[in-house]
């Protein structure tokens, strides 16, 4: 079973910058893909960014792209979100996430096809 655990959120004012880290259990964690999503208080959980097992490829939804970036170092088991020029509207809990299967040439952003979801953390940011 994939276990994952994120850190680095807090309370922050607008256009600061934070780093969220995802630390995942397993020997495997090189063969998945993984993505970050985030849930705002009464509102749906939505995508942020996906990154490729290898971290070659990257997509980011589009209110976060240009500011966000993802990466991952397999030899630590950690995927991260650099969040910079942070907004009041990216105020929300921040998950970490793994599809069921290895990457197979497709990132999902319909948070349906992750099977595996740490806990959250959360991020404040003030105007």
């Known amino acids: 079973q994939v276990q994952l655990v994120e850190s680095g959120g807090g309370l922050v004012q607008a256009g600061d910058s934070l780093r969220l880290s995802c630390a995942a259990s397993?020997?495997?964690?090189?063969?998945?893909?993984m993505g970050w999503f985030r849930q705002a208080p009464g509102k749906e959980r939505e995508f942020v960014a996906a990154?490729?097992?290898?971290?070659?490829?990257?997509y980011y939804a589009d209110s976060v792209k240009g500011r966000f970036t993802i990466s991952r170092d397999n030899a630590k088991n950690t995927v991260y979100l650099q969040m910079n020029s942070l907004k009041p509207e990216d105020t929300a809990n921040y998950y970490c996430?793994?599809?069921?299967?290895?990457?197979?040439?497709?990132?999902?952003?319909?948070?349906?096809?992750?099977?595996?979801w740490g806990q959250g953390t959360r991020v404040t940011v003030s105007s």
């Open positions: 996430a793994s599809p069921s299967a290895a990457y197979s040439g497709t990132l999902y952003t319909s948070s349906s096809r992750y099977a595996y």
């Open positions: 397993g020997p495997t964690f090189s063969s998945y893909a």
């Open positions: 990154v490729s097992q290898s971290g070659g490829r990257t």
